[in-house]
Structures are given as C-alpha cells and as structure tokens.
C-alpha cells in the first residue's frame, strides 16, 4: 500500500511538470479530436505501480539481463521461498538452460547446499549435470527394445572412484554413452574422425545416423567400460597398442566379452605411425591428401612426424578427403564387424 501511494504522487508530480504541461497545451492547439487529447499517467489501476517499477541488477533492468543469469536467480529465489521451504520434494527442470558451465557449476552447489534435507528431482539433458550430481542418483526412463513398455535403469554399485572421478572432471560426455543405441570408444579426436571415415566407406553414412556414438574417453576407457556394463550397453573398444600389446589386453582382462581392436605391430604404436604404414606404397597419395612437400617430407618418418606433431588438423584433413587412401586394418576391422 505504501509502495502504491508513493507512486501515484511520483506520477501526479510527473503530470503536473512544466515540460507534459507544455506538450498539452500544444496538443489542445492542434484539434486533433473534439475530445480532450493530453499525456497522462496511468493512474487507473490500484496495482499499477508493479509495472512501472523492475528489479535492476547493476544497473541493469532484470529484463535485460541474461537468461542465464535470470535462470540463476530466479532458482535461487525459489529455493528460499516459503513453500518451498516447507516442502520435502523440489522439482528442477533442465537448470541447465542458458548456463555457462560455470555458471552451472554455481548453480549445482548452491542447490546441493540449500536443499536442507529436501528430495531434489531434476531433469536434464546435460552430462555435466549428470556428473556433477552423482551418476549413482540417475535414473534413466526408458522404452524397452522389444516393446513400447517403458521401463527405469539405474547406475547404482559405480564404483567410488568412478562416481567422484566424473564429479571432478564433469566435462566427459557419459550421457552420449547412456543414450546412444551403441558405442565406439577411442582415446581421442583424431581417433573418432578416422573410425568416422572408416565406417562412411563401409556403410556409405555415418555412424550416429545408425544409433552408434564415437565417444572421445581419453585415457578413462575403464571408466565408461564400468557404466556401459551396468547399462548392459553394447561398446567397441578401438585403442593403440602403446607400444606394449600384452599391458593392453591385461587391461581390459575384467571385461572378456569385450570387442577389443588394437593392432599388434609394436613398432607402429599409434594411429599416425599406423596410418603412414597402411600407405607405405604410396606416400606421394598421402603427402598430396595433407599437401606436404615431399621435399620436406622425403619419407615415412617424416611424415609421422608432421603427423604426430598435427593430429587434429591431419585426421580432419584425411576425414574430409575423397581421395582414396588406406586405413589401418585394426580400425576397418572394429567397424566392419559383427559387433557393429
């Protein structure tokens, strides 16, 4: 009431201002209607005042502010309202909207911290929300292969060092694991163009038009192989030997139904060397392809080398190309087969 009749003086002191005068006295002059024509406050409303004044955030109308931002706040807001404080469940739905991951990040731990013993339900389409709330709290609805009866899954029994693992590091794209129809892991982009490109010349489209995700994990193939086995999901292992062949396959020894490809030959211990050997009898096709100088690049070692110190740029180059070219066995092999 106070703020309402604070406001209507603001706006009668307005009308009567010498300048609104002014522009009355010229209107009435310009016989514009046989009514009377003049510039006026609203004054009609007795709520009127919740229009004419808006919440400033540094200066800036909340209006004109990002939604990010407005997303940040107007959660934070609900969260310390009454009702919601005398509630047991709270439901969020995609606060990831609008966000910066660290903003994000911001608004997570200020959930986590001022949920005071509250259920909180949270739908999201984000793997950095996934991770950062606990992938043993996700509960994924689902349709059943076989049917259209849906169904729930969830991850629980992750290891500890799993679940905090994706805490820490909430970047990893575990929910293209969890979604997809089927995975491809490899260690990095370079890797996920080439198998790409391997499996556009066998199939003619690409791998995620069939369902199957090529998943860059890095070094955290364990990781992902742990959720996958709890989701009962279908994954191809694709990795470099490393240089020692035996280390790799006692890797992955707790997984023995796995479909792991890795090329045995240690003298060619990643997929730069292994690319330059699979084209060993026509190094001019692949100077060509990354418009290298022969000059420069006499031979395979020098080629490994540039390609080595390149892989991004190069696997991009070998993905976009038309030009014919071979690509290692192990990677034709993991594409063209029955697991695929």
Not at 146 to 155: A, E, F, G, I, V
Request: glycine share 4%.
């Amino acid at each position: 009431i106070e703020i309402s009749q604070i406001h209507r003086e603001m706006k009668e002191a307005l009308v009567s201002c010498q300048a609104i005068m002014d522009i009355n006295k010229q209107l009435k002059q310009e016989d514009l209607s046989e009514k009377d024509v003049c510039l006026s406050a609203n004054l009609s409303s007795r709520d009127i005042w919740e229009s004419g004044i808006t919440t400033y955030l540094d200066e800036i109308p909340f209006a004109n502010i990002g939604k990010g931002e407005q997303s940040l706040i107007k959660t934070k807001l609900a969260l310390k309202h009454k009702k919601a404080r005398q509630a047991t469940t709270l439901l969020l739905e995609e606060p990831e909207n609008h966000l910066s991951y660290g903003k994000l990040h911001e608004l997570l731990k200020y959930i986590d911290q001022n949920r005071e013993g509250r259920q909180v339900i949270v739908s999201t389409h984000s793997s950095f929300v996934i991770n950062k709330l606990g992938m043993e709290n996700l509960i994924i609805l689902a349709r059943g292969s076989d049917s259209n009866k849906r169904h729930k899954m969830r991850l629980t029994d992750l290891k500890p060092g799993t679940i905090s693992f994706f805490k820490r590091l909430p970047g990893y794209d575990t929910l293209r694991l969890i979604l997809c129809k089927q995975a491809i892991l490899v260690e990095g982009p370079s890797d996920e163009l080439i198998v790409q490109k391997a499996y556009y010349r066998q199939c003619s489209n690409l791998p995620i038009e069939d369902g199957i995700d090529i998943i860059s994990v890095g070094t955290s193939f364990l990781r992902f192989l742990e959720i996958a086995e709890k989701l009962d999901k279908k994954v191809i292992v694709v990795t470099d030997n490393d240089g020692d062949v035996d280390k790799v396959y006692k890797k992955y020894r707790d997984y023995p139904d796995l479909a792991l490809y890795v090329d045995t030959n240690i003298k060619y211990n990643t997929l730069e060397p292994q690319i330059v050997f699979a084209n060993k009898n026509d190094l001019d096709n692949l100077r060509e392809i990354l418009n290298l100088d022969e000059r420069k690049y006499p031979d395979a070692d020098s080629i490994v080398n540039y390609m080595s110190d390149n892989k991004t740029e190069v696997a991009l180059k070998l993905f976009e190309t038309e030009t014919e070219f071979n690509i290692p066995n192990y990677i034709s092999r993991a594409v063209g087969s029955n697991e695929v």
